[in-house]
């Protein structure tokens, strides 16, 4: 049984993790409406009561024998328990309720037992493999269904199965923890005015302040980047930084290595060496070998440009302070600020100046209506009873017949106890077989005075997974939208991410906000070339957090906080003693153990994909050919083949080592 798909931003190159004008809501989502979870009684009933149904459904499905209808049956039992699992497993992220959200996790607990007691079910698995496919479809599910059997342990002798039970949910119980650790982190860094010089006025406003008068300034993304990138005194952005750098704490350092081994364990059980090798075998890359060969390459194509970088990011601050170049050293909390000067000189990019162009309500409709106009679709606001008053339900139905065809639920604005990052749930699949349909729920935390042009980007690529699930049309649900392989559900997304630097694609803004100030076309262009400008040592940080996640899950799955100021140490800038950036990597203590490297691998995809769009990044034609071929395929058939039926040959790694090399 699969757990349900989270799909979640990128660390930022700084060390963070990341990542209106319709008509009256009068109609209703598209498939169920989401539960209604005020209460924790609501919680735990909804719990018991989908638990109880859930077993009820194994115990008929066990009676099903082997068959071409087999698949079928295991899907219409997926489903059923997806609806009752995938509202609450996605819940605890959102709820503003801590009590609420404590009682899904705890529910949570009890859904990933269930689901790993379901994948050791010898009698399921004997069905399943005596079970004929009817076709290609049926071929490719069924065998991705005997692989989750397979890896959860059901045919291992039963000691080792109950052991890798045992793991299994010692794992999940962990991984939550550490989420936890940084979702409810309370972190506040205390500044007087005089130290946030710089910093923009709207932050200062915001803050809350102490007796003493002193600003508090939290960890969130709208807080901690503008002061990373616009406080005037070093000091100032240190302490940010450090505090975000500590993010997670010790205890979350001792959590990701109990993490470690316990997945290296479990791939033991299975007769490997490491969590890399188990787990890879079953993603593009195939091994460990193909993935550090491909990091090793990527490290070379960026390894001068980084250092580049560095050196202008030196001068730069030499210049600032008035200081000679070979007594300045460059600091981590550098970085982003004399980033944001470089780009401000050399291109005249102010990111913060975007703010009053990407209000936020209407940058959503922006990129509902890039998709409108390349995947022939329509998005309609509904009524919908939700988590927040500020999280909004929509329906997405075909522009050409109407058919209504998924819905998607937005939480745009940070608050406390929300989920810190950017990430999309796919909390229920479709089925074309059944005429189910995709439901997804899309969770950001932005500024409410206006997105800047690399935050509608943000914007843009996790709507780009909202489309991957609400525009699946696959046969079964276990297939549907993002449930591909984990090394390429980036790529969809990542496609789109150089479509808001595009005039044309801009213009689009207006169309949604016809009194919102049009973008000058020179400002675009500049965004575009200051994008362009720290790639080198934006793309050697992914690499680093990349090796970091496979190195922590090679054999001796060494410990977390020595592997990381090793390998950091490794770099230009160094690792800052007292600092503990894996605390904080969610990624890597949750479901992209050993698949942190999927980002850089989507990416070549991503970046080939592109190549169809190259004369019109808007054209319906293309967009319908790739809306067909691509997205609507979810995980049914091998993301190599998508891509082939796509662009009409085999992918090329081509144009992402030529867009390095530039
Ligand atoms: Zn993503």
């Not at 039970?165 to 119980?173: E, V």
Request: glycine fraction near 6%.
């Amino acid at each position: 049984m699969k757990k349900t798909w989270m799909v979640m931003a990128a660390c930022s190159a700084i060390g963070a993790c990341w990542p209106g004008a319709y008509a009256a809501e009068t109609a209703q989502m598209v498939g169920p409406a989401f539960p209604d979870f005020q209460t924790v009684a609501q919680v735990r009933q909804a719990c018991d009561t989908g638990l109880r149904a859930a077993q009820a459904r194994v115990t008929a499905l066990e009676k099903v024998p082997a068959s071409p209808g087999w698949i079928g049956e295991y899907d219409a039992y997926y489903s059923a328990t997806e609806d009752a699992y995938g509202p609450i497993g996605f819940i605890s992220n959102v709820h503003p309720d801590q009590k609420v959200r404590d009682a899904a996790e705890a529910c949570d607990l009890r859904w990933q037992d269930f689901f790993t007691s379901t994948s050791q079910n010898a009698k399921l698995y004997r069905a399943a493999k005596a079970s004929v496919p009817a076709d290609d479809i049926d071929r490719e599910t069924l065998r991705q269904t005997l692989e989750t059997f397979e890896d959860s342990g059901v045919g291992l002798p039963p000691a080792q199965r109950a052991k890798a039970k045992q793991l299994s949910n010692r794992i999940s119980l962990l991984g939550q923890q550490f989420e936890k650790n940084v979702r409810d982190s309370k972190t506040k860094v205390e500044y007087t005015d005089e130290e946030l010089a710089g910093v923009p006025e709207g932050v200062l406003k915001a803050a809350k302040r102490d007796a003493k008068g002193h600003a508090l300034l939290g960890l969130d993304y709208p807080t901690y980047y503008p002061v990373m990138e616009r406080a005037e005194k070093a000091a100032t952005r240190e302490k940010m930084w450090r505090a975000k750098m500590n993010e997670g704490g010790a205890p979350n350092l001792k959590l990701l290595a109990e993490i470690a081994k316990l997945r290296r364990d479990y791939a033991k059980l299975f007769g490997f060496d490491s969590y890399a090798d188990f787990t890879l075998r079953r993603r593009m890359a195939k091994n460990t070998a193909n993935t550090t060969r491909f990091l090793d390459e990527v490290k070379q194509a960026v390894t001068d440009s980084e250092r580049r970088d560095i050196i202008d990011l030196r001068e730069a601050k030499a210049k600032h302070l008035g200081k000679p170049l070979d007594k300045t050293t460059l600091d981590r909390w550098d970085v982003a600020f004399y980033t944001e000067r470089l780009r401000k000189e050399r291109f005249t990019v102010d990111e913060e100046s975007f703010r009053p162009y990407f209000p936020p309500e209407e940058s959503l409709q922006f990129v509902m209506r890039i998709a409108e106009t390349m995947f022939g679709i329509k998005y309609t606001p509904v009524q919908a009873k939700l988590w927040h008053p500020e999280a909004k339900a929509y329906a997405v139905s075909d522009a050409a017949t109407g058919k209504p065809l998924s819905s998607l639920i937005v939480d745009l604005y940070p608050r406390e106890g929300k989920y810190n990052h950017a990430a999309v749930w796919s909390y229920r699949g479709g089925s074309t077989k059944t005429g189910r349909v995709p439901q997804a729920a899309l969770v950001v935390n932005f500024d409410r005075k206006g997105l800047t042009i690399e935050e509608l980007d943000t914007l843009l690529h996790e709507f780009g997974h909202s489309l991957h699930s609400n525009l699946s049309m696959t046969r079964y649900a276990v297939n549907s939208g993002t449930s591909t392989q984990h090394d390429f559900v980036e790529a969809p997304s990542q496609m789109l991410e150089d479509w808001v630097f595009d005039r044309k694609v801009l213009k689009l803004f207006q169309d949604v906000c016809p009194t919102c100030k049009p973008v000058p076309d020179e400002l675009i262009e500049k965004a575009r070339l200051a994008r362009e400008f720290t790639k080198g040592s934006m793309t050697a940080r992914q690499h680093l957090y990349a090796s970091f996640d496979l190195a922590l899950h090679t054999a001796g799955a060494p410990e977390p906080m020595a592997l990381w100021a090793k390998m950091e140490g490794d770099t230009p800038l160094g690792y800052v003693p007292g600092t503990m950036f894996p605390a904080g990597f969610a990624h890597v203590a949750g479901g992209y153990g050993a698949g942190y490297y999927g980002y850089l691998w989507s990416l070549v995809v991503a970046m080939d994909l592109r190549t169809a769009f190259a004369a019109d990044r808007l054209d319906p034609a293309v967009g319908k050919r790739y809306r067909d071929t691509v997205l609507s395929q979810g995980g049914q058939r091998p993301p190599e083949l998508l891509v082939k039926d796509f662009l009409g040959r085999d992918m090329s790694p081509k144009a992402f080592f030529d867009y390095l090399a530039k």
